[in-house]
């Protein structure tokens, strides 16, 4: 679906109108109005059109901000993917818009920092949310009493009440955490967010505030207070097939955009209850991502293969499916519309691609460390590795580095100690860091021995880290912008575009995170 020009466009006629208008002029108390239009049909024949004298207005007061995560999608895809489709709604926001080249997104690059990078401001320094799955130091098992603490924490499917089921059912306290220094309560995972997120500052700035996303638990986009946002739609990503399936992740997508649709045209995610298209809303996409998994990229300059080709189409039609929206319901020039990613994917050239099974790793620490290990995270490109007892951790990894066992997992880089603390919280002091994270070559995969997947996200390479970034809007001169930016500027130029103070975010005063350039 293509965009009407006028989204690009803007109101190019009104801009004329506004800046020559009719021009009147008061001689001794009379209205002079012939001599007036003279002026303009003579001032008309003598701009040059491409003086810049009849540019297309600024543009209006940014009233919506509409983002989008398109999960996957390198900075490279947005660029190989608009030169090839110059017609595309892509191509037509970029024409518009900023983009800016070297944005990289979350460390770790897994879809629940990454979002929360872009929501809140932060990083896991401030979040407190180190990955989808991780381990905390200060918190008891679900359905404890509380007597002992330290955990597992993973916020996917497995808090729902049942996955088969397309709202998951909601999430089930018995299967949350439990806070010991509150009462032994459930976390629930806004409550595990430290910071608040743009959601919250907007609804207490009295905006409308949406989102739309694929699993219960990114109810955690809340934040702290739990209210940030109004019209919350959370489908489960594991009832519908989406996970192993790119054609089932398309009509998942589908879902989703349908319920950003009817935000749009005045309705809740449901459709069935009016209400005002919010000031802050937007969803993720999840086709493009498994499109990478499955099918992959012919070579290393991200040319994608015919199946991962389709599922950009697709993505790039819904985009144009809700620009279309906004047009007709003359929201085009009051909303900010920014296209990015939680996260890429690695590696791009298959040929690079190599398993390393996750029973290696726990397998070496069984042998040479027994009962040593609390929790060893394994997810794509990155181990995450937390000790029951801290003070080994240098004895460990003196055993990891031994060449056989590096070997064993492919390793290329071990971060421990100070070069750990260099990118991280202290884990002594954090309940959260990991103590130990083993960072694979490039091509590298900790995942199940039968995965038939071609590339995942999580850790630290380039192709993990360097996604799609395009804010547009009708007015905007088109930039690309190259200079090195982080997903986390993106939270405080929202609250700019919408006339609030970025200051208000509390990872934006803690890690000095400053608005995006241009």
Known sequence: MKTDNNFIAGSRNDSYAHKLGSLTYVFTGKVILGFGFLMLIWLVGRAPVSSGAFAAAPPRQVK??????????????????????????????????????????????????????????????????????????????????????GTEVVWDSGIDRDKKLVDGGGIDPAKLPLDPKKGCSPVYPHDYLRVNTIFEVVHQANMRTAWVDKHPSYEMTNGPSGKGVEDLFTPELAASGASRNVKAAEIFDDMKINAVLNEINGKDHSGTRDAPTPNLFGTSLQA??????????????????????????????????????????????????????????????????????????????????????????????????????????????????????????????????????????????????????????????????????????????????????????????????????????????????????????QAVQKEKTRELPN
């Open 288 to 505: 493009v991502s498994m499109g990478q998994k499955l099918a992959g990229y012919t070579n290393e300059l991200g040319h994608p293969s015919e199946i991962l080709s389709e599922t950009l189409r697709h993505a790039d039609d819904s985009i144009g499916k809700l620009l279309m929206a906004l047009h007709k319901r003359s929201l085009e020039d009051s909303t900010l519309v920014i296209i990015t990613s939680k996260h890429g994917e690695s590696p791009m050239d298959p040929r690079k691609r190599q398993l390393i099974a996750d029973t290696i790793l726990e397998g070496i620490m069984k042998t040479s460390h027994p009962g040593a290990l609390g929790f060893a995270y394994q997810d794509g490109d990155l181990a995450s590795i937390w000790l029951k007892e801290q003070t080994q951790t240098q004895k460990i990894v003196d055993t990891l580095s031994k060449p056989e066992n590096e070997s064993a997992t492919d390793v290329e880089e071990i971060l421990a100690g100070e070069s750990l603390k260099l990118m991280f919280n202290d884990p002594l002091q954090d309940a959260r860091t990991p103590d130990i994270l083993l960072v694979p070559r490039l091509g590298g995969l900790y995942m199940e021995a039968d995965t038939k997947f071609l590339a995942e996200h999580g850790g630290f390479h380039k192709q993990d880290i360097n996604v799609a970034l395009l804010l547009a809007r009708p007015g905007l001169q088109p930039q690309i912008i190259k200079t090195p930016v982080q997903t986390t500027q993106i939270a405080p130029t929202i609250l700019r575009a919408l006339g609030l103070n970025p200051q208000a975010l």
């Open 64 to 149: 919506h901000v509409l983002l989008i995560s398109v999960d996957g999608l390198h900075a490279l895809d947005l660029a190989n993917f608009i030169k090839s489709n110059p017609q595309s709604n892509l191509a037509q926001l970029s024409a518009h818009g900023v983009t800016y080249t070297q944005a990289s997104t979350s460390k770790p690059s897994d879809s629940f920092p990454g979002l929360m990078s872009i929501v809140t401001g932060g990083s896991p320094i401030s979040t407190g949310l180190w990955y989808e799955g991780a381990y905390a130091r200060d918190l008891s098992p679900a359905g404890s009493d509380c007597k002992t603490t």
